[in-house]
């Protein structure tokens, strides 16, 4: 099956700091990802959603200026939350949907576990 | 604006079939149903999707009803490790997957 992954899958920061989380569909294209997060004992919400060349989407009430994201190639798509602070400390997940086929299934990638300090 | 409704938690004995219900009453006609799951700390995982015809994988069947108003996700012997909160999302084909709170499945020894 189609993978994606996640690095690193667990970062520890201080507040202020910037992070940087990747995510790589490893054996397709992708040229549309999402980027989820999740809060303790809440369903995933999506943040944004990246295509391969162009700017992201980012939902209501998700600041563009603090969760950048870039999607340079078909494989490949960052997320980097800038000036991190405690309330940031999340799980984000990445997905993507592969072009093969009908396009409609997303996978996702294993998480990040983010802790700011 | 739900568009699923799924019990909060369901408990199944190790070996045994665990049958995962989900209403979609407003369920539109070009609208599939897609089943995920995620085990804790982990990214969801994709099960099984489907539009009008039950479908079976090596992890599951989906068994949509005749109006497509309900459908039941099918792990036929269900293991410890398939212990995870279980998600029935509809969507049209290239729409943004959007999450309920799921199902908590609980296999007990």
């Known amino acids: 099956g189609a993978v994606v992954s996640q690095h690193p899958s667990r970062v520890i920061c201080k507040s202020g700091t910037s992070v940087k989380i990747e995510c790589r569909s490893l054996d397709f294209q992708a040229t549309t990802m999402f980027w989820y997060r999740q809060f303790p004992k809440q369903s995933l919400m999506l943040m944004a959603t990246s295509n391969e060349g162009s700017k992201a989407t980012y939902e209501q009430g998700v600041e563009k200026d603090k969760f950048l994201i870039n999607h340079a190639s078909l494989t490949l798509s960052t997320l980097t939350v800038t000036s991190a602070h405690p309330e940031d400390s999340s799980f984000y997940i990445c997905?993507?949907?592969?072009?093969?086929?009908?396009?409609?299934?997303?996978?996702f990638g294993p998480g990040t576990r983010l802790l700011v300090l | 604006d739900a568009k699923t409704t799924q019990p909060t938690s369901m408990d199944c004995a190790e070996g045994r079939a665990a049958n995962l219900p989900c209403n979609h009453s407003?369920?539109?006609?070009?609208?599939?149903v897609y089943w995920y799951r995620q085990i804790h700390s982990q990214g969801p995982q994709y099960i099984i999707h489907g539009l009008k015809n039950n479908e079976t994988n090596e992890m599951a069947s989906l068994i949509i009803t005749e109006d497509r108003k309900s459908s039941t996700l099918i792990l036929p012997h269900a293991t410890l490790r398939d212990t995870a909160v279980y998600y029935c999302i509809v969507r049209v084909g290239y729409s943004t997957l959007t999450f309920g709170k799921g199902t908590m499945l609980l296999v007990s020894p």
């Open positions: 997905s993507a949907r592969s072009d093969a086929g009908g396009g409609e299934t997303q996978y």
């Open positions: 407003t369920i539109s006609g070009n609208e599939y």
